[in-house]
Nanobody, 124 residues
Framework: QVQLVESGGGSVQAGGSLRLFCLVSRFTYSRYCMGWFRQVPGKERERVAVIGSDGITLYTDSVKGRFTISQDNAKNTLYLQMNSLKPEDTAIYYC??????????????????WGQGTQVTVSS
């Protein structure tokens, strides 16, 4: 069973940076999608960024140019580098990872494996 554990969340002032980590265990697939999502209480979970096994990355418009998703397969770790943070980035951030078949669109993929989340708070 796939296990995902996030870390790296915290509190930061607007304009600051944070780097989120997601340790992915029991995940040895050659084709996959991974992603970062966020959720504010009372609102739906929002897709932030995704990356495929082909290295293609996609971002929601509100974070383009500020956030970067990346992965280190040797360390089984997914990252989200968040720069120029804004108060509206405040949320619980979740990572997700699934094996997929060739041709899957990671941005529209309905993920099944999730981490427990890590809180990010940005103050003005």
């Amino acid at each position: 069973q796939v296990q995902l554990v996030e870390s790296g969340g915290g509190s930061v002032q607007a304009g600051g940076s944070l780097r989120l980590f997601c340790l992915v265990s029991r995940f040895t697939y050659s084709r996959y999608c991974m992603g970062w999502f966020r959720q504010v209480p009372g609102k739906e979970r929002e897709r932030v960024a995704v990356i495929g096994s082909d290295g293609i990355t996609l971002y929601t418009d509100s974070v383009k140019g500020r956030f970067t998703i990346s992965q280190d397969n040797a360390k089984n770790t997914l990252y989200l580098q968040m720069n120029s943070l804004k108060p509206e980035d405040t949320a619980i951030y979740y990572c997700a990872a699934d094996p997929v078949v060739f041709g899957t669109n990671c941005y529209t993929w309905n993920f099944k494996n999730w981490g427990q989340g890590t809180q990010v708070t940005v103050s003005s």
